[in-house]
């Protein structure tokens, strides 16, 4: 796994979204460029479709709460129409590159972290 560049990680809010408001219910969208190793995260109400290609590779993710906890929900689209050992290829991948997208996320939206030590 790399560790985060931050100079190649680039970050747009969305219409409703603040430095640090609102928590619950604030989605990130984490994309990135083949060509150029660029993270490109979106924060909104709502998740970027406008950001995602047919390949898939992005990770999704939204503070929710349960029994009064916080919790970040993160979503990758593994399965697809590419079949079992495309699935179990892109699983390996995902797992192996998930702590950098969460790192990204949390660097990416540091305001609300340091608003919110509690996330």
Known sequence: MTRLNPD???VEYRDGVTLTE????RKYTLT??????????TIG???????ITSVRDEVLAEWRVNKG?????????????????MAAFRNAIF????????EAIVYGDRSLYQAYPVL
Do not use: C, N
């Open 32 to 41: 990135h460029s083949d060509v150029t190793a660029e993270l490109l995260l």
């Open 95 to 102: 797992r192996r590159e998930l702590p950098l997208a969460l």
């Open 69 to 85: 906890k916080p919790y970040l929900y993160v979503y990758v689209s593994v399965d697809g129409q590419t079949g079992q050992y």
């Open 8 to 10: 190649k990680l680039y």
């Open 22 to 25: 609102p928590a619950v219910g």
């Open 45 to 51: 109400l709502s998740f970027a479709f406008d950001k």
